[in-house]
């Protein structure tokens, strides 16, 4: 399928391994010119090449830590406008709530809350002024269901995705749309060091910690990077102007319900004594 964005401009955070590499691979695979960010310059640099030869597409890497000020600008100078922005980011480690400070809590909620905002908020009228954007937040399973030890990663992404609820509604009519995708147990270094830590916890070995994980996954397997970008690239793609405000699930099925709950959507329900023709309900609109 031609996804229609070849020529477009993106940029995709924390993207020189993992769920970020998958992503850029993917619109890259597509004609996007990308922007790639990470921290280690050899690896990120590695990352450009590979990315550069597999696609032919313009790639830029740049060495910073996105959430800082002086990171977000060195991408947005790199990329002055974004058809594109993928927010990624590493999260808080793995640990007991208990062990959590201030400071601590503090960066988590900078990483996985307020950095996808600012660059949201970057890019946005951008976007708008041109009549095209696409903005992918990658969150996590843990929004819809918890994992030990990862509270306050699970807790920031809940909150940026409640957040960007009606920022997606505010901007749908200008062809801008913002989704989210939550991975689930997607092979990763992240999905490792979680196991690590599993293990060590339950004293049993790591390789018994993710058989015990795979055991939850009706797929049987791990998700890889490469087919979590390929959904990633559909988002971003001219065909998914008609989707906005949701959170995709890559989890193998591990999430399980028969139907996606609404939270604060669409739905708008009657008052407790119901409601005759012309009265508002719950969310204000008017009943038939």
Not at 228 to 250: E, K, P, R, V
Request: glycine share 12%.
């Amino acid at each position: 399928m031609d996804l229609g964005i070849a020529g477009r401009n993106a940029i995709v955070c924390a993207s020189s391994r993992g769920l970020g590499k998958g992503c850029a691979q993917a619109l890259a695979q597509n004609g996007v010119n990308v922007v790639i960010n990470g921290r280690d310059a050899e690896v990120t640099q590695a990352t450009a090449d590979q990315i550069r030869a597999d696609s032919g597409v313009e790639v830029t890497p740049v060495i910073a830590d996105v959430s800082t000020p002086e990171g977000q600008k060195a991408l947005l100078e790199a990329c002055p406008q974004a058809d594109i922005l993928v927010n990624n980011n590493g999260g808080p480690p793995f640990c007991d709530f208990r062990d959590l400070d201030r400071e601590g809590m503090q960066e988590g909620m900078t990483m996985n809350f307020v950095t996808p905002i600012e660059l949201a908020q970057a890019v946005i009228d951008g976007m708008i002024e041109r009549q095209f954007g696409r903005i992918v937040n990658i969150t996590s399973v843990t929004v819809k269901r918890p994992v030990f030890g990862l509270d306050l990663s699970s807790g920031a992404r809940a909150g940026l995705t409640a957040f960007m609820a009606g920022v997606a509604r505010s901007v749908a009519q200008h062809n801008v749309t913002i989704n989210h995708i939550l991975p689930g147990f997607i092979d990763t270094d992240r999905l490792r060091g979680g196991l690590a830590f599993i293990a060590q916890k339950n004293n049993v070995s790591v390789e018994d910690a993710a058989a015990d994980q795979i055991s939850q996954v009706p797929a049987e397997r791990f998700g890889n990077p490469s087919e979590f970008g390929q959904a990633c690239a559909f988002l971003c793609s001219q065909h998914a102007g008609y989707i906005t405000g949701h959170s995709m699930l890559i989890d193998g099925g591990l999430f399980e319900s028969n139907f996606w709950p609404h939270v604060g959507g669409a739905g708008c329900q009657r008052t407790d004594s119901g409601n005759r023709p012309g009265e508002p309900g719950r969310c204000g609109r008017r009943f038939r």
